[in-house]
Structure formats: structure tokens, C-alpha cells
């Protein structure tokens, strides 16, 4: 303890080299964890994005991609899937529930789901935890409902007003000022992109859109009559269309399930379904049901092992990354082994001195190794301090761009193990210098040679 | 034989890569208390000599027996120990770590041996109170204590070299040119108090100067040309 004490002073004498090497540590430190953390919570909260849904299927496209866009809200689908096929699978006897949602809208670069309201009764995450709403309800014609961080940010409660937008930028062009949805209910937070998501009817987005040319004078219609207060005329206003009876039927008897037996659709086409089975083991049979469907191209994924796919995709990047932390650490533990190497010449005199008063040349080896080993450690500790200020800071970029939380949790195992890598790291490079004054004290003995 | 503080017999040194040793002396002796002066002309080996009785190097054949240790048969490790309990350095020059505080430059020597601490205790004062004692004694204001010690002046740093080396009373003290950077008034008292509290605490002290003017404060004094055989000694002789 004498010795380090001796070792802290002799540094703090040295002070401006000791903080640039110190600095040099614990950047890579930082980086060095920050891979490992980054990673791991991703990962965690990615698994915890979705659970219960045992298929999802969209238009035929790579099945990493159909999960980051039905899931995350990341990317475009490549191509929509018509509202019959839909019918086809919800209809098929294996499966006991299904959800469509239709893509593509933003508001200030909020994703808009366009869904059933059964959405939120099936949609599962974490483990096996339900939607739940903080308050009000789900949405019915006209209405919307909104994520835990949308309403934060945008400052939305249930009464409120919103203008959906076309296209998923936050800058948009085609604004439906005409169309305000009005804000029937607002989730409870999840830390999932579900707190991101604004949640609509699919036949709200349609009239929004205005797909076809019946819809687009539907759009026209509605823009004159359809205010947003008198929702229950809107279903009045549509009935001279060819759906619109039905629309009529929903409100009168909020039968959501009143869309699967309808032969006029609420909106031609939707991005993907989701899909709980009766059996969850036949889920690999059904998928490969889905897959080889005839009448249109189709990719439908369990969510789990599409996760899976997705890791070893990025396994790769993130062990790049972690070798290039490593050469980061090495790099900062040459710098130190540099300075120190540098301050030994100027310290013979110091050397000479110790040795005079009794310390042996262990000892001289001793404090090297220390102070060696203080520079470690400290550059260790600030590298952890400078991961949590990042992870802090970072954060609330993380849950805006990927819907994400990241938790400010202790340190892991793995943390731990890298922590313990750099050092022994350390220590072995403590001994190059220490091997360096040891030699140079025996040799010298009192001789103050400079 | 017990008064005999230092005594070597047919010691033998060679500094690595020379062909002739720079120590070769056939008889050393320095009784207990005794305050010897060291002189010899540059080269000739006292600076040398001085690591060999502070047990820093080793001698390569005879003996050399301190304080009844005979230095020889002991390992680098226990002649460590050795000079930490036993013995009192003073350079010519730069004896303080610059970035400790002067009263801890001082307790440095007690951080480094037990015994020092013990032979403190047995007297019923503590280290601190010791080092405040010598300090005052030697002239260091305490304001200065708490100073680091590279703000010291040259004269007041080997001062405080001193009560670093005095400090739990060892038994011996060596002093290689400590003066030689001081003005003539600061060498007499540097001396005179140095001398003193030899005397007081039965310390011998091995003393070593160019400057002749000193010769006064010693017992004695030896040439190290006159015992030493080595080859540095016939150079500085031609
Ligand atoms: N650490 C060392 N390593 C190798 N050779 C040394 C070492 N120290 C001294 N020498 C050699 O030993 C010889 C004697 O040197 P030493 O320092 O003992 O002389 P000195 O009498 O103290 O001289 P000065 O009066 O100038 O201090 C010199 O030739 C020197 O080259
Ligand atoms: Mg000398």
C-alpha cells in the first residue's frame, strides 16, 4: 500500500502525461464495453419486441427484412399483399387469430399502423405481456391510437387531434390537414417500437390514400363532410359506395371481426399479418404452406428464429467492431508503455534515491508495476464512467431511431471478463518498464547517472 | 572487535565490463562512533567503496563485515533490509522525491524500516514528532514542512537529507560530498549540526569531501589511495 501510495504521487507529479495516458485507456475501455453492451442490449431488447405471434407474412421478400419492417417500423415492404390472400390464410383452419396492418405513413416521423382494433388484443411482447392502454380505448372509425413516447413527444391525450401524413419521412409533403384522427386512446409504455407507433384503421388509411378511384372520391367526399366530429356520418357518407354498408354495420354493432366475413374490403391491400396458430408446433408446416402459395408470392417468418438469422448477421459487425476495440486497447496500452518507458530516464535520480533509503530493486519493480497498474485501473474506471455518460446520452437516440430501451444495468459478466482482459493486459505491460528499472537499479546502484 | 563499526579484509570489487577492480583493499577499519573523513582524488573509487559498506553492491571476494553483518554472506534482499534499518545516505545532490512534502520526504526513511519505527517507539516518541524535532533542529522553519520539497533551496534540501537519514537513530551515516553544493558558512554548520547529533545518538559517520577546510570536524582521515590497490588509483596517481 506504501508503494502505490508512492506510485500515485510519483504520477500526479507527472500529471499531464498521466491524464493523456489515462485518457488513451479509457476511451478504448469505453469502446471495449460499449461494443459488448451495445450489442447485448440490443439483442435483449430486440427478443423483446415480439413474443406470442407465431408467423408473420408479408409480400415475398427477405424474411430479415419483412421482420424489421412489421415489427421495428424499419424499411419499406417491397410490395403489398391483396386483401384476399388475406382472407384465404385468416380463414384457414390452423390459424386462430390474425392481424393485418398496412404501412407506410408517418407522422413527424412517427410510423402509422394501420390495423384492426384486435390488434390490440393479440400483439404480444416481452414475455407474453399484452398491450395495455394508459388511457382511453381502441380506436374505431375516425380515431387513433397512439404509442407512450409519441404522446410524450408530441404531447397527445385522448380527445386530441392528428394529422396523418403520406410517406414515412418526418418531412412530408402530402399532408391530409383534412383528415385529423382523433386520439381515441394512448398505450402504456412497452420499450418497444410499439411506443413509437401511431395506430389507425385500415380504413381510415385507405381513405387517407385514396388507393383506387372509388377511394380517391371517397377522399374527395369525405374532405367536405367527413369532420372528424361527426365520425358516426361518416359511415352515412360512405354508404353510397360500394363499402360503405359496411363501415355502417361496424358502428352500429362494433363487431370488429366484421371485416373477415366481408366481401368488400376495407383496403385493397395490406403490408403484412400477423398470425397465432391452434398448435404452435405446426407452425414450420404452415410456413412452408405460405411460402409455397400459388395465387401470390409470399415469405411468411417465426419471428424467433428470424431474430436468430438477424444476430448472426450482425454477430459478425460486432465482433469486427470488438477486434477493433481491441486494437484501440492496444493501441492505448502502447502509449502508456511509451510514456513510462520515456519517464524512466528522467528517474534514475528518483531510482538512486529510493534505493539509498532501503528499497530494494523488487521494490523499484514493485513501484513500476504499480504505477503502472494505477494508470489501469483509473483509466478503467473513467472508461466505465465514460460508457454509462454515453449510454445516458445515447439512450434517447437509441428509442427514437429503434424504438428501443436501453436500461442503465450494472455491469455483466461479459463486461467483467473484458474488464479483466485489459487488466491483465495492463499488467503484462506494466512488467516491461518495471523489468527495465529493476535492471537499471541493479546496475546503477547510488550512481545518480542522468 | 564489538567497537569495530566497519571492517573489511581483502575486498574486492570490478564494476562490469572493466578489467581491473576499481576496489581492492586489504584492511578497513572504522571503529563505532568514529567520525571519518573519506578522501581520494576523482575516479578512485569512493563513491564506489561507499555502495559497497551501504551493501548496495556486493563485494566480489573477501569480506566486508558492518555493524557485525558480514555484508558478503548476506543476499541483495536482507542487504536492503540492512541499509534501510541500519544506515543513513546523504548524496551530493537531489536526496528529496520532489513531489512529496519535505515531513514526508523525511518519514520516507521510517516508511522503509520497521526497526527505525521501533527503536522511535522504545525512545516514546513517534515519527512525526521525531522528524519535527530534527527538522527544527537543522533549521527548517516548519512552514516549509508541508512545502514539496523540490521548492526547497539546494542547502535547505541536503538539511533535510540529513534528518532523513538520522531519523531512528541508524548506526552509521554516509554521506557522499553533501556539501559540496553548499557555501563555506553552509557547510561548517551544515557539519556542525550534522556532527552533533552524531555524537548525541553514538552514530559513526563516513564522511566523504574534496574540501580540505573540513578536515577539523573529523577523527580521522583516510586516503583512499593509500589503502586502495585498485587501478583507478595508479591512473589518478600518473
Ligand atoms: N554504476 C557504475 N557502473 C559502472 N561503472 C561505474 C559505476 N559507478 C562508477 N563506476 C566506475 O568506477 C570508477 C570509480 O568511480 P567512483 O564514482 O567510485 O569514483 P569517485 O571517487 O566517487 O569519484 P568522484 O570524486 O568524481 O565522485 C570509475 O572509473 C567509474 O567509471
Ligand atoms: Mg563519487
Known amino acids: 500500500m506504501r508503494i502505490a501510495k508512492l506510485a500515485a504521487a510519483s504520477l500526479l507529479s507527472r500529471k499531464s502525461n498521466a491524464v493523456l495516458t489515462l485518457m488513451a485507456i479509457a476511451i478504448s475501455v469505453m469502446l471495449l464495453l460499449g461494443v459488448e453492451r451495445v450489442s447485448q442490449e440490443t439483442r435483449s431488447g430486440f427478443a423483446n419486441t415480439i413474443s406470442g405471434t407465431d408467423l408473420i407474412v408479408g409480400a415475398r421478400s427477405g424474411s430479415v427484412n419483412l421482420l424489421l419492417y412489421s415489427v421495428f417500423h424499419i424499411g419499406n415492404p ?41 390488434f390490440f388484443e393479440h400483439f404480444r411482447y416481452a414475455q407474453q405481456q399484452s398491450l395495455t392502454f394508459a388511457s382511453g380505448q381502441a380506436f374505431q372509425r375516425g380515431e387513433a391510437v397512439v404509442g407512450a413516447e409519441v404522446a410524450r413527444q408530441l404531447n397527445l391525450q385522448v380527445g386530441s387531434d392528428l394529422v ?49 378511384d372509388d377511394h380517391a372520391h371517397d377522399d374527395h367526399d369525405s374532405d367536405s363532410h367527413d369532420a372528424h366530429e361527426h365520425g358516426e356520418h361518416a359511415g352515412h357518407e360512405h354508404d353510397a359506395h360500394e363499402h360503405g354498408a359496411h363501415e ?17 374490403p376495407p383496403i385493397p391491400g395490406i403490408s403484412a399479418f400477423f398470425v397465432g396458430l391452434q398448435s404452435k408446433p405446426r407452425a414450420i408446416f404452415m410456413q412452408r404452406e405460405i411460402n409455397t402459395y400459388r395465387e401470390e408470392p409470399l415469405t411468411a417468418i417465426m419471428p424467433g428464429s428470424t431474430l436468430h438469422e438477424l444476430w448472426r448477421t450482425l454477430s459478425g459487425f460486432e465482433r469486427a467492431l470488438s477486434v477493433v476495440s481491441g486494437f484501440v486497447l492496444l493501441a492505448g496500452l502502447l502509449g502508456m508503455l511509451a510514456t513510462i ?51 445516458f446520452t445515447l439512450a434517447p437516440w437509441i428509442q427514437s431511431s429503434f424504438g428501443i430501451v436501453v436500461e442503465l444495468s450494472g455491469i455483466s459478466n461479459a463486461e467483467w471478463l473484458r474488464l479483466a482482459i485489459v487488466f491483465v493486459a495492463g499488467f503484462f505491460i506494466s512488467l516491461i518498464p518495471a523489468w527495465r528499472a529493476y535492471r537499471n537499479s541493479l546496475s546503477d546502484g547510488l550512481s545518480m547517472r542522468v | ?73 548476506l543476499s541483495q534482499r536482507k542487504r536492503d533490509k540492512f ?97 559540496s553544493a553548499l557555501d563555506t558558512d553552509a557547510r561548517d554548520t551544515f557539519l556542525n549540526l550534522l556532527n552533533e547529533e552524531c555524537e548525541q545518538q553514538n552514530i559513526t559517520l563516513v564522511f566523504v569531501t574534496h574540501d580540505t577546510t573540513l578536515s577539523h570536524h573529523f577523527d580521522r582521515i583516510v586516503e583512499l589511495a593509500q589503502i586502495n590497490q585498485g587501478t583507478s588509483i595508479e591512473g589518478g596517481e600518473a
Open chain 1, 78 to 118: 417491397t410490395n403489398n399483399i391483396t386483401w384476399e390472400t388475406y382472407q384465404h390464410w385468416a380463414n384457414n383452419s390452423q390459424v386462430a387469430w390474425s392481424v393485418p396492418i398496412a404501412l407506410g405513413d408517418s407522422v413527424r416521423g412517427y410510423p402509422v399502423v394501420a390495423t384492426e382494433p384486435t
Open chain 1, 248 to 264: 355502417h354495420d361496424e358502428h352500429e354493432s362494433h363487431e370488429h371481426t366484421a371485416y373477415e366475413h366481408d366481401a368488400q
Open chain 2, 83 to 179: 541499509r534501510a534499518d541500519h544506515i543513513g545516505y546523504i548524496f551530493q545532490q537531489f536526496n528529496l522525491l520532489p513531489y512529496l512534502s519535505v515531513i514526508q520526504n523525511v518519514l520516507l526513511a521510517i516508511d522503509f524500516s520497521k526497526s527505525r519505527g521501533q527503536r522511535l517507539n522504545e525512545r516514546n516518541t513517534s515519527a512525526r514528532a521525531e522528524s519535527e524535532r530534527l527538522l527544527t533542529r537543522l533549521g527548517i522553519a516548519s512552514e516549509l514542512w508541508e512545502k514539496p520539497a523540490g521548492n526547497l533551496s539546494v542547502g535547505q534540501q541536503q538539511r533535510v537529507a540529513a534528518a532523513r537519514a538520522l531519523i531512528g537513530a541508524p548506526e552509521l551515516i554516509i554521506a557522499d560530498e553533501p556539501t
Open chain 1, 341 to 391: 518507458l520515456a519517464s524512466l530516464r528522467e528517474r534514475r535520480r528518483e531510482m538512486a534515491v529510493l534505493r539509498s533509503i532501503g528499497a530494494g530493486p523488487g521494490t523499484i519493480f514493485t513501484l513500476l508495476v504499480s504505477e503502472t497498474m494505477v494508470l489501469t485501473l483509473a483509466g478503467m474506471a473513467v472508461g466505465v464512467g465514460l460508457l454509462y455518460g454515453f449510454i
Open chain 1, 164 to 212: 396523418i401524413a403520406h410517406g414515412t419521412g418526418s418531412v412530408s409533403f402530402h399532408e391530409h390537414d383534412d383528415h385529423p384522427m382523433h386520439i381515441a386512446g394512448v398505450l402504456e409504455r412497452t420499450g418497444t417500437p410499439v411506443d413509437q407507433a401511431i395506430y389507425v384503421g385500415l380504413r381510415d388509411l385507405d381513405i387517407m390514400h385514396g388507393g383506387t
Open chain 2, 1 to 73: 572487535m564489538a567497537t569495530l563499526c566497519i571492517r573489511g579484509q581483502q575486498i574486492k570489487f570490478c564494476w562490469p565490463r572493466q578489467s581491473q577492480p576499481t576496489i581492492d583493499i586489504a584492511e578497513l577499519a572504522i571503529k563505532s562512533g568514529e567520525r571519518i573523513l573519506l578522501r581520494g582524488p576523482s575516479g578512485s573509487g569512493k563513491s564506489t567503496l561507499l555502495s559497497l559498506l551501504a551493501g548496495v553492491h556486493a563485494v566480489q571476494s573477501g569480506t566486508l563485515t558492518v555493524l557485525d553483518k558480514d555484508l558478503s554472506q
